[in-house]
Every structure is written in C-alpha cells, then in structure tokens.
C-alpha cells in the first residue's frame, strides 16, 4: 500500500535499563529502519529510554503525536520488570487484559514445555483493543493497536515480527541509495557536496569519512525515492569528484 506523494514516518522507542547501562547492545535500531525504508516509511526519531513507566508514557505521547506510525522494542516478556504493555495502556488511557487468542497460542506453545504459568501468562497481556503480531519463534506475540507497534527486544525475535508486518503499512515510495567512495578527506569536497545536493532538491547526501590503510577516504551516500533523480545525482557527483581530481570508486569503498 503506497501513497507516493506523501513522506510517511516513524518514531521507534527502544526500552530497557539493559540497554542504557551497555549490558546488551541494541540491534533493533537499524534493522527497524532498514525493514521502513522498504516499506516506503523514514525512521524519524528514536529515543531510549529505561523501564520506568512514566518515562515510557512520556515518550509514547510525544512519537506518537509527532509521527505517522510509532513502534517499541522491548520490555514485552514474562517476568516482573516487562512493564512496556502497562505503560503502553496507561498512555493510552485503556486497560490491560488479557487477549484470548494470545492465550491460545502460548497454551499451545508451553503445552510440551511445562506448561502455562503466572509467568507466561503475562505475555498474553494487552491493551485493550488490540491486534496481535504473529510470532513465529516463540509462543509470545507482539501487540498492534492502530498506527502504535510493540514488539519484542529480542532481535531474531523482532525481525520475525516485522516480516509479518511486511506489506501491511500504508508507506510512500521505497528510499533508494547510491554509494561513491573516495579517497579524499571529506572536509575538502564538503563545498562539492553542498553544491550538488542543492541542486537535486528530492536527493539527499550522507558523507561518513573513514581511516584505513593510513589513509583518509569518506563514503558518499546518496539517497532519493526516485531512481532517475538519484541516478543524476551520482553522476554530478561523479563529475565533480572527477574534475577536481579525485579517483572514486562507485559502490563505495
């Protein structure tokens, strides 16, 4: 479902206190904003954020009400300090029950495995009025309410989820990107850059130098949602690169 004249976005809220204190290093992040830009969405903005309900509740209102779609990792498992589904409710104004048809499924799941507890049933808790997220690596789903998506921290996990939400989001036109490296400190084609990326108004260009080899080089990103204009784009930059003299290597170095 594609609306091309529209620039659809997200915001993305990465709960855990394990994350903020360097004990597990995020892995959602980018694989939520590369699964978007296939749908057609920009990751806007992302905030982490420990698991303090107010906190959660905070920025729950401020994502959603800034973006077209508002997605959360973490903090949706079966232990005591797995608060996301609370706060999410309490955001919401609704209360939290329990989903039948989650029910249902980690009935199944746990019924080789020992069996439902308080524990497990604890996954099977949602605001009210939610839809599930099929997930096929354990029994626990994720959660839909609206435009507002809570998934799991797990990132295998995380990634099963957003391959069943593939297709199922009203986005714009796909984000395409072009790489040209070069051998060059960035600073002395910063003028080029500038140059050319204003006058390709749908193009934009990311620059992330790099030392290697006991050289400086930089990695010129070019991005648009249409082909031809990001094809254009390359070659002025290509062409510029070339007349000052510098070799560069398309798909990046």
């Not at 992330?208 to 094809?231: C, H, I, M, Q, W």
Request: with cysteine; aromatic share 6%; charged share 20%.
């Amino acid at each position: 479902m594609t609306s091309p004249d529209k620039i659809w976005t997200a915001g993305l809220i990465v709960i855990g206190d394990e994350i903020l204190s360097g004990r597990t290093q995020d892995k959602n992040i980018a694989q939520v904003a590369t699964w978007l830009q296939v749908q057609g969405i920009r990751l806007a903005e992302v905030r982490v954020v420990p698991d303090v309900e107010s906190r959660i509740v905070e920025a729950v209102h401020a994502l959603s009400a800034a973006y077209d779609y508002l997605f959360t990792t973490g903090g949706i498992g079966p232990t005591h300090d797995d608060i996301t589904v609370d706060a999410i409710a309490a955001a919401l104004g609704v209360p939290v029950v329990i989903h039948p048809e989650a029910r249902a499924l980690l009935e199944r799941y746990y019924e080789s495995r020992g069996g439902i507890n308080e524990g497990r049933l604890r996954m099977a808790r949602v605001p009210e009025g939610s839809e599930l997220i099929p997930n096929r690596m354990s029994g626990a789903p994720g959660i839909r309410r609206g435009n507002l998506f809570v998934m799991a921290g797990v990132p295998h996990i995380t990634a099963g989820m957003l391959d069943a939400l593939t297709g199922q989001l009203e986005g714009g036109a796909p984000l395409l990107s072009e790489t040209i490296g070069c051998w060059v400190a960035e600073s002395e084609v910063a003028d080029l850059l500038r140059k050319v990326e204003a006058a390709h108004e749908t193009c934009q260009i990311g620059s992330y130098p790099f030392f290697r080899e006991g050289k400086v080089g930089a990695n010129f990103v070019v991005r648009s949602v249409s082909a031809e204009d990001l094809k254009r784009c390359c070659d002025s930059l290509a062409d510029g690169l070339a007349a000052h003299g510098y070799d560069f290597t398309p798909g990046g170095i």
